[in-house]
C-alpha cells in the first residue's frame, strides 16, 4: 500500500504527479488561504507524510494526534514554525529546503535595501499620483549606495551571497555571527565585529538570521539607538528579530533613516499596523525567495525529502 502524505497547500502539478506515483496525495487546494487548523488536525491523524509551508504552525499537541507522522517536509529554509524538540521526542523527521534560494533571496534582499536606500517606491508613488511637477536639487533624495558600510547579521549562505553583491558595490561589509568565519572573512573581505559595533558603524545593516529564541527581539529600542541617523536596516530573514515597537519609535523619530521589511512577527501585517503608517518603511510580503525558478526548486527539494523519508533514504536535508 502507498503511503499517504498531505500536502498544506496546492502544489504546481508536475510537484503533484511526482507525489502521486509513490503516495496517496491528499491536498489542500485553495492558493491563497492557509488549511484550517481543524481540517490540519483531522488530515495529520491519518498520514505518514506531511509537505508544509512556513505557514502552518506544526505544535506539540498537532503532533501528538498524529500517530502515523513519519516525516514533516517544510518548503522553506526557515523551520521556526515547527516544534523541533516535540518531532523530535516524537520520531518525526523534519527536513527544510536550504540551498536552492540562497541566491533569489540575495537578491531580494539587495534590491530591497536599493529600494530603501533610494526611495523607489515612494519616489514611482510621487509620479503617479501626479505630484512630479519639475526637478529640483533635493527631490526624493536617498542614500548612496556604493561605498557605504554594510553591516550584515547572521553569516549563512544568504549573508554570504549578500556579502557578494555588496563587494561588487564597493562596500566595507561588518558582520557578526554567533561563530565567526574566518575563511569566509578572507575569501569576502569581510570584518567580524560585536553587534553593538556593527549597530554603531554601518550606513547599512542586513538582518539574516534565524529566528530563534536567541534572536528573538534581538534588535530593540536599546540596539536601535546605537544606530546613525542616516542609517537603514533590512530585514528578509524573520519579523520577530526586530522589535516591532522600538521599529516603529525609530522611524517615526528619524533616529535612523529607514527600513525595508519583507517579513514581519505576524503574516500577513494587518493594514491597520502603524508600521504602514510610516513613508520610510518599504514593505514587501515575505517574497525573498519567489522566483519561478527557485520556487519550483523549493516545492522539488521538499518533495525530495519527503519521498526519501517514507521511502526509506537518508533525505538531503535533514533538521532533526
Ligand atoms: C522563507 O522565508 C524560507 O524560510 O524559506
Redesign the pocket.
Known amino acids: 500500500m502507498k503511503p499517504r502524505i498531505y500536502v498544506t497547500r496546492k502544489l504546481p502539478n508536475q510537484i503533484v504527479e511526482r507525489l502521486s506515483e509513490s503516495c496517496e496525495v491528499r491536498m489542500w487546494e485553495e492558493d491563497d488561504k492557509p488549511v484550517p487548523r481543524e481540517v490540519l488536525e483531522e488530515e495529520i491523524k491519518e498520514v505518514d507524510g506531511l509537505y508544509c509551508l512556513?505557514t502552518e504552525q506544526i505544535d506539540a499537541s498537532l503532533l501528538e494526534g498524529a500517530d502515523k507522522l513519519k516525516v514533516i517536509a517544510?518548503?522553506?529554509?526557515?523551520?521556526n514554525n515547527i516544534d523541533i524538540d516535540a518531532a523530535k521526542r516524537l520520531g518525526i523527521t523534519v527536513t527544510?529546503?536550504p540551498g536552492v534560494?540562497t541566491e533569489t533571496?540575495a537578491d531580494l534582499t539587495f534590491s530591497l535595501l536599493m529600494a530603501t536606500a533610494r526611495r523607489i517606491p515612494e519616489a514611482s508613488e510621487y509620479l503617479r499620483d501626479g505630484d512630479w511637477k519639475t526637478w529640483s536639487p533635493m527631490q526624493l533624495t536617498g542614500q548612496d549606495i556604493h561605498g557605504a558600510t554594510l553591516g550584515i547579521i547572521g553569516l549563512g549562505r544568504i549573508g554570504e551571497a549578500v556579502a557578494k553583491r555588496a563587494k561588487g558595490f564597493d562596500m566595507k561589509i561588518l558582520y557578526h555571527n554567533r561563530s565567526r568565519n574566518r575563511e569566509a572573512e578572507e575569501r569576502l573581505e569581510l570584518h567580524y565585529t560585536e553587534l553593538n559595533t556593527l549597530l554603531r558603524e554601518c550606513d547599512f545593516v542586513c538582518v539574516l538570521t534565524p529566528f530563534t529564541s536567541e534572536t528573538n527581539n534581538m534588535i530593540g529600542k536599546e540596539q536601535l539607538d546605537l544606530m546613525k541617523e542616516s542609517a537603514v536596516i533590512i530585514n528578509?530573514?524573520?519579523g520577530g528579530i526586530i522589535n516591532e515597537k522600538a521599529l516603529y519609535g525609530a522611524l517615526k523619530e528619524k533616529s535612523i533613516w529607514a527600513a525595508g521589511l519583507d517579513?514581519f512577527e505576524e503574516e500577513p501585517i494587518s493594514l491597520d499596523h502603524p508600521l504602514l503608517t510610516l513613508p520610510n518603511l518599504v514593505t514587501l510580503p515575505?517574497i525573498?525567495?519567489a522566483s519561478i525558478a527557485t520556487r519550483m526548486k523549493?516545492a522539488d527539494l521538499a518533495a525530495t525529502n519527503l519521498l526519501d523519508v517514507l521511502l526509506g533514504e537518508e533525505p538531503p536535508n535533514r533538521v532533526v
Open positions: 512556513l517544510n518548503m522553506a529554509v526557515g523551520y527544510n529546503t534560494l533571496t528578509t530573514a524573520r517579513v515575505h525573498g525567495s523549493m
